[in-house]
DNA sequence: ATAGGGTTAG
C-alpha cells in the first residue's frame, strides 16, 4: 500500500508511526495507532481518504473494535467497496450476520463485485445458513458475476447444512468442472469437505458411498496439498473409520498437527485409549509441537483411562510450555484437566483449576458439579447449582440424579417438577433420576405417573430409564410390574439384569434370581462385581447357603473378578443368618486384607438373629473402635442384651451412647395414601388423623389376640413395667402406618409401608396376625428388604 | 477486501 502521500498531509512526526499502520501485519500494537492517527485526523479537520480509511477500520474491526469501525465506515460520504468488503467479513466474523446483511443490502449493485459477493456468502456459511448462501450464489450469477475459486469454496462449504446436501454437492461439483476450476486444489478440497458433511448427516441412508465419492476425488486430485490430506483423514475419523484414516495418515509425508489431532482424538472417542497414548507418544518423538487440541485429547484419554500420574505430568508440562501458545488458557484444555481430576476422585485439584480458570463456561461449571455429586458432597453441589449463571439439560440431569442417589429423593423430585416449570423438556437421563428418587421414598404412584409420561414422550427405549424402572418397580414392592418392564425392554445391558435380579432377591425370592442369574450367564452377558453382590445378597436372603459359596468362587475363579470387602461381607451375612458362626470366621480368616466395620455389621446383626451374646460382644467391641459414631452397633447390642432380659447391660450400652455422644437414628415409617405421603414416628401424636389410627389398632390387637398374638415386649429396649412396656411396643411407627394404610386404601388394595430402620420383632410378628384379620396384604419395606405378609405369614426367611 | 482442516463436560 502506498501511502508516502497522506503521511506527509497529516503530519511529519507521525510518518513512522503511519508507515507502521500500512504495513499489513496486524499487532496489538495497531489498533493504539489507528487510534492516534485517527485522533490526529480529527482533531486537525484533515480528511483521510482511501486506501488508509480503509485500513483503519480494518484494523478496528481485527481488534475486535466493531463499534470504531462502524463509526468511521459512515462518516465517510461514500464508502468504496473494499470498505464495505471489509465491514461484512468482520460483521460476519463476530456473529453479527444481520449487520453484515444490512451493508450488503445497502449497497447498489452496480458497485458490487466478485470478492463482494464472496464475503457475504461466507457470511452465511458461517451463520450455518446453508440455503441463503446458496440463494446468493445463484443471485450473484443471475447479476452477471461470474463465480471464482472463493466463491466456490464459499458456497461448498455450506452445502453441508442442506437436507438435500448430496444431490447439491454433485450439481456444484458439475458446475465447478465447467467453469475450469475444476483442477483448483483449495476448490476439491471444499467439495471433499461438504461431502464429508454429507456422509455425517443423519438423513443420508448410505453413508460409506458418500465417504466413497470424497474418496474418489480425493484420490483423482491433480495437486493435492497437506490441507487435502488432513480434510479426508479427519473425514474418516468423523465417520468413525478410524483403519482408512490411519492408512492415509501413515502415507502423510508432512503431518500437520491437525492430522495428529484428529488420530489422536479419534482414538480417544473409540475408547482405544492404548492406541491414543502410541500415538501421542510417535508424535512427541517426530518432533511436532504439540496444540491445545493435542492436551484436550490426551487430558481426556488419561481421564477416561484414569492415568491420574500421566495426567499430572502433562498437567506441569503445559505450565511450563513457553509463553507463546497458552494452552493454559485454552477452555477446553482446562475443562479437560477438571474431568480429569474430577474422573479421579481429586476433587481438590478439580477445584483448585476450576478456581484458577479466568473464563468459565457450561462446561466447567457441569464438570465442577458432577465431581462434588459424584463424590457424595451435596451441598457443595447444591452452592454450585445455586451459582452457575446458566444451566442446561445436563445440568438440570445430573442435580436431579445426584440428589436421588444421595438419599434426598423428595428435593430430587421438586427440581424435576421446577426443571419442567423453567421451560426445560427433561431428557431420559433426568427421568431416570426422579424414577431413583421415587424408587428411594416408595412413591409407586409418582413412579407410574413418570413411566406413562415417558412412554409418551417415546423414551420408553431410553436404557437408564428403563433401568431406573425396574429398580423402582422392585423397590416399591410390585416385582411382577419390574418383570414385565424387563421382559420387554428391546434393549437390556447387564444393568438391566443386576436390577431385575436384586428386585427378586430383596424380595425374598432367591430361588428365581439365582435362575435370572443362570439364564444371563446362559445369554453370555457378563456379570460384573455388582452382579456378584446383588446374587450373593440374594442368597442370603433365601438361605441359599451352597449356592452362595459356589458364586463366590466362580466369582474369583471363573470371572477373574477380586472379591472386595463388600462381598466377603455378603458371605459372612450368608453364613452368619445360617447359624454357621465357624465357617464364618474362616471367611474372615482368609480374607486377604483386614476385616473392616461392614464385615463385623454382618456378624454382629447374624449373631443378634442367633442369640450368639459371646461371638456378638467380640463383633461389637471390633466395631466400637473402628466407627465408634456409628448407632447401630449400639443398638443391635443393646437388642440383643433385650431379648435375654439383660436389663443392666442394656442401660449401661445405653449410657455408653450417651456418652459418646452418639443419637439413634429416630425411627419413621411411612405410607402413600390419597396423594401424599404420611409419615409416622413412634408414639405419634402429630399426624392429624392419629386417633382415628389407635383407635382402630386397639380394635385390631383384640382381633389378633383371639387368633394367638402375644406382644413380645423383649423388643421394648428400657426396662419398665410391663404393661407400660405393651403400650411403648403397640405405637411403633410401622404398626402406626400399617393401620393408617387399612383405613384409607380402597376396599382389599395392598398397603405398602416403608420403614427407615429394620422392622422390629414384635412388629413383623404383629403384621402377620393383621394381615389374617383384615384379609389383605401387606408389604413392608425396612432398609433394602421387604416383607410380604399374607393369610398370617411372611415372605421371608431366617429374618428375626 | 474474500475461501477450504481440529477440541471439551454426564
Same mark, same amino acid.
Given at each position: ?212 465419492? !470424497? @474418496?474418489?476425488? *480425493?484420490?483423482? #486430485?491433480? +495437486?493435492?496439498?497437506?490441507? =487435502? /490430506?488432513?480434510? $479426508?483423514?479427519?473425514? &474418516? %475419523? ?111 485439584? !478439580? @477445584?483448585?483449576? *476450576?478456581?484458577? #480458570?479466568? +473464563?468459565?463456561?457450561?462446561? =466447567? /461449571?457441569?464438570? $465442577?458439579?458432577?465431581? &462434588? %455429586? ?120 447387564? +444393568? ?305
Amino acid at each position: 500500500m502506498n501511502c508516502s502521500n497522506t503521511v506527509g498531509a497529516v503530519a511529519s512526526r507521525y510518518a513512522f508511526l503511519l508507515q507502521q499502520l500500512c504495513s499489513p501485519r496486524q499487532t496489538p500494537l495497531s489498533a493504539y495507532l489507528a487510534r492516534t492517527v485517527h485522533a490526529h485526523a480529527v482533531a486537525s479537520g484533515f480528511n483521510l481518504r482511501g486506501p488508509i480509511l480503509n485500513r483503519l477500520i480494518d484494523i478496528y474491526c481485527k481488534s475486535g473494535r466493531l463499534r470504531h469501525a462502524r463509526l468511521l465506515f459512515d462518516e465517510i460520504p461514500h464508502p468504496d467497496i473494499v470498505a464495505r468488503t471489509t465491514m461484512v467479513t468482520a460483521y460476519s466474523a463476530t456473529g453479527n450476520v444481520n449487520l453484515a446483511r444490512e451493508v450488503f443490502g445497502g449497497t447498489p449493485k452496480g458497485m458490487r463485485d466478485t470478492v463482494f459477493y464472496n464475503a457475504m456468502i461466507t457470511a452465511h456459511s458461517h451463520d450455518n445458513d446453508g440455503n441463503a448462501a446458496i440463494r446468493l450464489f445463484c443471485e450473484m450469477q443471475r447479476d452477471g458475476f461470474r463465480p471464482d475459486n472463493f466463491t466456490f469454496t464459499s458456497v461448498i462449504s455450506a452445502v453441508g447444512l442442506v437436507a438435500e446436501s448430496e444431490k447439491h454437492c454433485q450439481q456444484l461439483h458439475c458446475v465447478v468442472v465447467k467453469s475450469g476450476t475444476g483442477f483448483v486444489t483449495s476448490v476439491l478440497n471444499a467439495l471433499v469437505s461438504a461431502y464429508v458433511k454429507v456422509a455425517l448427516s443423519p438423513l443420508v441412508a448410505l453413508p460409506k458411498s458418500v465417504m466413497g465419492s !470424497a @474418496r474418489l476425488l *480425493f484420490d483423482e #486430485m491433480p +495437486v493435492k496439498d497437506e490441507l =487435502s /490430506w488432513t480434510t $479426508m483423514i479427519t473425514g &474418516y %475419523v468423523k465417520n468413525d473409520d478410524l483403519d482408512e484414516a490411519r492408512e492415509l495418515f501413515d502415507g502423510m509425508e508432512e503431518k500437520l498437527v491437525v492430522a495428529w489431532n484428529a488420530m489422536i482424538s479419534g482414538y480417544v472417542h473409540r475408547g482405544l485409549l492404548q492406541e491414543a497414548f502410541k500415538m501421542f507418544k510417535k508424535m512427541y518423538l517426530s518432533g511436532v509441537q504439540f496444540d491445545e487440541f493435542t492436551y484436550t485429547s490426551i487430558i481426556s484419554a488419561c481421564a477416561n483411562a484414569s492415568f491420574l500420574l500421566l495426567g499430572r505430568q502433562i498437567h506441569a508440562y503445559i505450565l511450563i510450555s513457553g509463553p507463546k501458545p497458552k494452552p493454559g488458557l485454552h477452555l477446553p484444555v482446562n475443562n479437560a484437566l477438571l474431568t480429569l481430576y474430577s474422573k479421579c476422585a481429586k476433587l481438590d485439584d !478439580a @477445584r483448585l483449576v *476450576f478456581n484458577k #480458570m479466568r +473464563v468459565k463456561d457450561l462446561v =466447567s /461449571w457441569n464438570a $465442577m458439579l458432577s465431581s &462434588y %455429586v459424584n463424590s457424595g458432597r451435596m451441598n457443595e453441589a447444591k452452592e454450585i447449582f445455586q451459582e452457575m449463571p446458566e444451566k442446561n439439560l445436563l445440568t438440570w440431569a445430573v442435580m436431579i440424579a445426584g440428589l436421588a442417589q444421595n438419599g434426598l429423593g423428595e428435593e430430587s423430585l421438586k427440581l424435576f417438577n421446577l426443571m419442567k416449570l423453567q421451560g426445560f423438556q427433561p431428557c431420559d437421563y433426568a427421568f431416570a433420576g426422579a424414577i431413583t428418587s421415587c424408587a428411594a421414598l416408595g412413591s409407586l404412584k409418582s413412579g407410574r405417573q413418570l413411566h406413562s409420561q415417558l412412554i409418551r414422550l417415546g423414551f420408553e427405549c431410553s436404557l437408564s430409564a428403563g433401568n431406573a424402572l425396574i429398580t423402582m418397580y422392585g423397590r416399591c414392592g410390585v416385582v411382577g410390574d419390574a418383570r414385565n418392564l424387563f421382559l420387554t425392554m428391546s434393549v437390556v445391558d447387564s +444393568v438391566s439384569w443386576n436390577a431385575m435380579i436384586a428386585a427378586l432377591g430383596q424380595h425374598g425370592h432367591g430361588v428365581q434370581a439365582v435362575e435370572l442369574f443362570e439364564e444371563m450367564l446362559k445369554e453370555g452377558i457378563l456379570p460384573d462385581r455388582i452382579t456378584f453382590l446383588t446374587v450373593l445378597s440374594a442368597c442370603s436372603h433365601a438361605g441359599l447357603v451352597e449356592e452362595g459359596h459356589r458364586y463366590f468362587d466362580a466369582m474369583h475363579d471363573i470371572y477373574g473378578i477380586t472379591p472386595g470387602e463388600d462381598h466377603y461381607a455378603r458371605m459372612v451375612d450368608l453364613l452368619c443368618r445360617a447359624g454357621k458362626f465357624s465357617d464364618a470366621n474362616d471367611m474372615i480368616g482368609k480374607m486377604p486384607f483386614q476385616p473392616g466395620p461392614q464385615i463385623w455389621e454382618a456378624f454382629l446383626a447374624g449373631c443378634r438373629n442367633h442369640g450368639n451374646m459371646e461371638l456378638g460382644i467380640q463383633a461389637a467391641e471390633r466395631l466400637f473402635e473402628m466407627i465408634p459414631q456409628n448407632d447401630g452397633t449400639y443398638i443391635l447390642l443393646s437388642n440383643m442384651y433385650a431379648a435375654k432380659g439383660l436389663w443392666d447391660n442394656v442401660s449401661r450400652v445405653r449410657k455408653l451412647m450417651r456418652d459418646q455422644g452418639v443419637k439413634k437414628e429416630p425411627a419413621c415409617s411411612w405410607v402413600e395414601a390419597e396423594n401424599k405421603f404420611h409419615v409416622f414416628m413412634v408414639d405419634d401424636t402429630a399426624h392429624p388423623e392419629v386417633n382415628a389410627v389407635y383407635s382402630y389398632l386397639k380394635q385390631l390387637v383384640l382381633e389378633m389376640r383371639k387368633l394367638g398374638y402375644v406382644p413380645d415386649t423383649r423388643f421394648v429396649l428400657h426396662d419398665m413395667e410391663s404393661d407400660q412396656k405393651e403400650h411403648a411396643i403397640s405405637t411403633h411407627s410401622e404398626k402406626l402406618a400399617v393401620a393408617f394404610g387399612l383405613l384409607k386404601l380402597p376396599r382389599g388394595a395392598t398397603v405398602r409401608v416403608f420403614k427407615n430402620l429394620r422392622i422390629c420383632g414384635d412388629c413383623h410378628n404383629a403384621i402377620k396376625y393383621i394381615s389374617k384379620v383384615v384379609g389383605r396384604e401387606i408389604v413392608v419395606r425396612d432398609g433394602k428388604r421387604f416383607h410380604h405378609f399374607k393369610d398370617g405369614e411372611c415372605s421371608c426367611r431366617n429374618y428375626w
